[in-house]
């Protein structure tokens, strides 16, 4: 009997031991379940794109329950710091639309100083900038229509211009990514007029065997070849129309063709950045003053605006307008002025400085102090190698959006996936509206995507790594749209995957 029970006590303790070895290795296979990485068909692409794993950053999450309670769907190196490219827009567009409201404007205001006496206005126009970003031609054109309308044919004084709302450091065009010509290399200005770019057209005339080239807005003191003749030889589809022009910028006076342009090509438009922005807004104001018919006997000159009430005020667009034109386009410039704008209207002055303070103080109040502490924000648009943000801080971005008054101005500013914006290139198949980001090592989306169940999902996913840039790396985030989409007709709340 004594000896039955030994054994009976030694074998216990050999299955106790025994189990003591084996439960770790069971614990940790409990918890990872549900699935120890990303999804198959993500982590093939990502092989197949020669990324690792560990370039990729992921959030998904249904919309609409409390981000405390209700589990992430997907969360993968979720606390990573990482460059956000574009997605940064997210954070500056929301905060906007919730401190402004979405029917906030800008107001540029304009004084006719002196007297006028037949047609002449004995003294100085004023305008003064507030940072408006959609200060286009035709409101340009608008603009100085009204000074002609208040009976001013010749101004006897200056063009002044006031610009001293924004206080932005001077930059090379060209430090970003050697590309000064590149509309998106534009710097911020409180009086930005028609983004301080060129767009030059060309219209073939099959009968004189040439384009002709028209110009926008007429730059004073700038002259354009008014013709570029049909290369010569078969056509060959229209290719890389660009090259073949041999356009030369250089010459802040003189925008020479030395090319052809190629026959089998349509009707094209070519924007560009001006090369001398320093003088872009006085060679603008003064060729399309010029051509309303006016006069100006002085100078366009930078100074400050006068305290006295303005003869009229230009006002903007609403924000949820220009908020449209930031997301759906990516417009770079549009978010950097509305950056400077939050700055200079919650702080008092538009520096990139009190723009991040802003911003930082904003997701502190909604997020807490931690959500704000790992942020680094540059510009406000992620025109930057120095934005780092997590994607569970975007994606808590977006949850609180969808539960916000604004809700309906931000999400219909997104692109519609495989419709419009900078998504329309896209697989339609994923009903989503997507805020994109690339840069030549980022790669990233980040909205709404509906899945087939009829369930709503935050989704945010980003790419960091030299090759993030390349056409392979766009794979992996379509394999990840497509498996949020595809989440059955009736799908469950699953368990979290991956780790955070």
């Not at 216990?12 to 439960?23: K, W």
């Not at 006897?156 to 090379?172: A, H, T």
């Not at 009903?431 to 909205?447: Q, Y």
Request: with cysteine.
């Amino acid at each position: 009997m004594l000896a039955r029970l030994a054994r009976t006590c030694r074998c216990s303790l050999v299955l106790l031991v025994a189990c003591t070895l084996l439960m770790p290795g069971r614990m940790a296979a409990a918890q990872t379940a549900p699935g120890a990485t990303l999804p198959a068909d993500v982590r093939d692409a990502l092989e197949q794109a020669a990324l690792p794993r560990e370039a990729l950053a992921v959030w998904v999450q249904e919309v609409g329950g409390p981000a405390a309670t209700t589990p992430p769907r997907l969360s993968w190196r979720a606390d990573a710091p990482i460059n956000p490219a574009s997605l940064t827009k997210l954070l500056t567009t929301y905060a906007a639309l919730d401190l402004l409201g979405p029917a906030w404007t800008w107001s540029t205001p304009v004084w006719l100083q002196g007297p006028i006496n037949d047609g002449v206005l004995d003294g100085n126009l004023v305008i003064k900038g507030s940072g408006d970003p959609k200060l286009v031609l035709e409101r340009l054109w608008l603009m100085l229509r009204k000074v002609r309308a208040l009976g001013v044919r010749q101004i006897r004084g200056d063009i002044v211009l006031d610009r001293s709302s924004f206080i932005v450091p001077e930059q090379n065009p060209a430090d970003f990514d050697g590309e000064p010509l590149r509309p998106y290399n534009v710097s911020a200005d409180a009086l930005l007029l028609n983004y301080k770019t060129v767009t030059l057209t060309f219209t073939p005339d099959p009968a004189r065997a040439a384009a002709f080239v028209g110009v926008e807005p007429p730059l004073a003191g700038v002259r354009v070849d008014a013709s570029v003749p049909f290369s010569a030889g078969p056509p060959s589809g229209c290719g890389d129309w660009r090259s073949e022009l041999g356009a030369q910028f250089d010459d802040p006076a003189r925008i020479r063709l030395t090319g052809t342009f190629n026959p089998s090509c349509a009707e094209k438009a070519w924007p560009i950045a001006y090369v001398d922005p320093r003088t872009y807004n006085a060679r603008a104001l003064l060729g399309i003053w010029h051509e309303t018919g006016g006069t100006l006997a002085g100078s366009v000159r930078d100074g400050i605006a006068p305290a006295s009430p303005p003869s009229f005020v230009m006002s903007s667009p609403p924000l949820a307008e220009v908020v449209r034109d930031i997301n759906k386009f990516s417009n770079n410039v549009m978010a950097q002025q509305l950056f400077l704008t939050l700055a200079l209207v919650q702080r008092g002055s538009g520096t990139p400085e009190n723009g991040r303070a802003v911003l930082r103080e904003w997701i502190a109040e909604r997020f807490g102090a931690q959500a704000a502490a790992g942020l680094v924000i540059d510009n406000g648009s992620g025109l930057s190698r120095d934005t780092r943000v997590s994607v569970r801080l975007l994606a808590r971005t977006l949850q609180s959006a969808w539960a916000a008054p604004v809700m309906p101005e931000l999400i219909a500013s997104l692109p519609i996936n495989g419709l419009d914006g900078t998504a329309r290139f896209r697989s339609p198949l994923v009903r989503a509206h997507l805020k994109t980001g690339s840069l030549r090592d980022v790669r990233g989306v980040a909205g709404y995507v509906l899945g087939d169940s009829g369930r709503r999902y935050v989704v945010v996913a980003i790419l960091n790594h030299p090759s993030a840039g390349l056409d392979a790396a766009r794979a992996p985030l379509a394999a990840l749209l497509q498996w949020v989409a595809n989440d059955g007709p009736a799908a469950t709340a699953s368990a979290p995957v991956g780790g955070g």
